[in-house]
């Protein structure tokens, strides 16, 4: 089943990105590599004659250089503050339930934040009363990559906490202890004792972070719509939209190689971190 | 001992935090139980200026055609989440504790296999249905594609903690005469239920917030779930949120549900699915 469904599919897309087909999928028209080339040529897909760069491609490396950190930063702050207090879990909880919330219905909620009328739109209404003009958020280029990446990372922040504050608790009491004893600061026992212990579980969370920057989808989808123009694109989507609106399926396929082409270091990383687990058992 | 932070500035990060993290989801919440006049002039923050009513929720239920897109998600998602549940744990069984020939290089291919994204099968499997019996235009072709894409994840996970089980437990039903079938039904099956909760939890929500593949593989429109209708709302009523969130709050329902009744098997199939893509 996985060989007909997964595989078999897979190394179908990768031919197909070889040649120019027509909406029956089918491999005629062998091209070579005119499919990436096009891609690269495509300014909606990278355009790095100006600056900012932009395109689809421009906009995942962007989501990688703030999502990644922003999600890593916020979870750790909120990992190591929420274990000072009482009320840790009800906190927690409430970071957490977005984790819960579809990538669709996370669309809608935010975009009644970024709403550009004052009267109803949470964000204007505050710029608003802070005596501030109304910005269009979703609706001007410069502004709409990190209203999403925003968005994004108000859903995304629950899982990095979860991982982080479970990796906090394990370090031994008495470690932390020994080093207050010692005389070191709050800030050197982070800097110098708990990082580094939690060096792994933050590789485990930035993987899942990159993983979920490559394949984002639905909240653009629902959001923007890939606008305003095409200024919000990202693979992700430019693939749907090659594939399924613009009848370029090799095109299409192009962009889903490139997409398993940044997954397959993850994929090493999986199965080496699977070999050495089972050398220890 | 200098403290480099002092106790309340801790108490008003978190507290502004968490009030930062509730007041999108709550802002919906209100929006969708105000009247329509209310909802279009101000802001959810009147909340107390209007009557709040349940009108929404049944416009976007009958005329909106959400309660069907309701059942829609129910179709698709429950037999999308037994089916990789039942063939995983049984393949995780084969893994775990028979033998067969490249039985470890196959598993490595599976582990490799979770990280393929979805993207690489679109084409290839919608000329598949299309080709075979049109299984896109009924809930076949969706079911095969979540569990097909489901599975490596299932395998993974239940091998992974099938082999932790005890081998004496194994072979002494295996002494009694148990077929293979039986030890895995009757010793394996009820010893894994932490596993195979978190896991079913995981592949449930997965399914059910699922946008991008509900688009591809449901091709009939009387067959869609929530999120597709949730976008097609979208394009009808831009402006409406009193609509848009109470469509919403259907959609996020049951998933918030299953948080608050099963907090902990939740979070663990969430960290369980975090090495998917």
């Known amino acids: 089943m996985l060989g007909l469904f997964v595989v078999y599919p897979a190394y179908y897309t990768a031919r197909l990105a070889f040649y120019k087909s027509g909406y029956l999928y089918d491999f005629t028209n062998y091209v070579g590599l005119q499919n990436f080339r096009d891609l690269f040529q495509d300014k909606d897909f990278v355009d790095v004659s100006h600056f900012p760069p932009s395109g689809a491609l421009i906009n995942n490396i962007r989501w990688i250089i703030f999502y990644v950190p922003l999600c890593l930063i916020l979870g750790l702050a909120l990992a190591v503050l929420t274990i000072r207090v009482r009320y840790e879990s009800a906190v927690k909880s409430i970071i957490f339930i977005p984790m819960a919330i579809a990538a669709t219905a996370v669309g809608v909620i935010w975009l009644l934040v970024y709403s550009p009328n004052p009267d109803i739109g949470t ?92 394949k984002v989808f639905d909240i653009i989808y629902v959001m923007t719509d890939g606008g305003p123009g095409t200024s919000s694109r990202v693979i992700a989507y430019s693939m749907y939209k090659e594939t399924f609106y613009n009848a370029f399926p090799g095109k299409g396929a192009a962009i889903a190689v490139i997409m398993l082409l940044f997954l397959i270091p993850v994929m090493i990383l999986n199965i080496r971190r699977f070999k050495s687990e089972r050398v220890m058992t | 001992m200098v403290r480099w932070i002092t106790r309340s500035p801790v108490h008003i990060v978190l507290l502004a935090i968490a009030a930062l993290w509730l007041v999108p989801t709550v802002a919906l919440l209100v929006t969708s139980f ?166 079913g939890i995981f592949q449930f929500l997965w399914v059910w917030n699922d946008l991008l593949m509900a688009l591809i593989f449901v091709s009939d429109p009387s067959k869609q779930p929530m999120t597709v209708k949730i976008t097609q709302l979208l394009s009808t009523y831009a402006q409406e949120f009193h609509l848009l969130a109470a469509a919403s709050f259907l959609l996020m329902g049951v998933p918030l549900i299953v948080f608050f009744a099963l907090q902990r098997y939740f979070v663990q199939g969430l960290l369980a699915g975090s090495v998917k893509s």
């Open chain 1, 123 to 214: 964000l204007n209404a505050v710029i608003h009363a802070l005596g501030g003009n109304p910005v269009s958020w979703l609706g001007q280029e410069n502004t709409v990559n990190y209203a999403l990446i925003i968005a994004y990372v108000w859903a995304s922040t629950g899982f990095a906490m979860v991982v982080l504050s479970a990796a906090l608790k394990g370090i031994p009491t008495e470690i932390i202890e020994a080093a207050r004893v010692d005389g070191a600061g709050e800030w050197n026992i982070f800097r110098r004792i708990m990082l580094p212990m939690l060096s792994l579980p933050i590789s485990i969370v930035s993987v899942w972070l990159f993983i979920n920057v490559i």
């Open chain 2, 34 to 199: 105000r009247p329509r006049d209310d909802a279009l002039s101000t802001g959810w923050w009147h909340v107390f200026s209007s009557h709040l009513t349940l009108a929404n929720y049944s416009e976007v239920i009958h005329t909106g055609g959400m309660g069907h897109a309701f059942l829609n998600s129910l179709y698709i998602t429950i037999p999308a989440t037994i089916l990789p549940l039942a063939l995983g744990a049984m393949a995780a069984y084969a893994f775990a504790w028979t033998r067969f020939p490249f039985r470890d290089t196959t598993f490595l291919l599976i582990v490799a296999l979770m990280v393929v994204p979805v993207q690489t099968a679109f084409v290839p499997l919608l000329k598949f249905f299309r080709d075979h019996g049109h299984l896109n235009t009924e809930f076949y072709g969706i079911w095969l594609a979540h569990t097909a894409f489901g599975l490596p994840l299932a395998i993974f996970l239940f091998r992974n903690f099938f082999i932790t089980l005890p081998r004496d437990l194994i072979e002494a039903a295996r002494m009694d005469g148990a077929s293979e079938f039986a030890v895995f039904r009757r010793v394996v099956i009820p010893l894994s239920v932490p596993a195979l909760a978190s896991f």
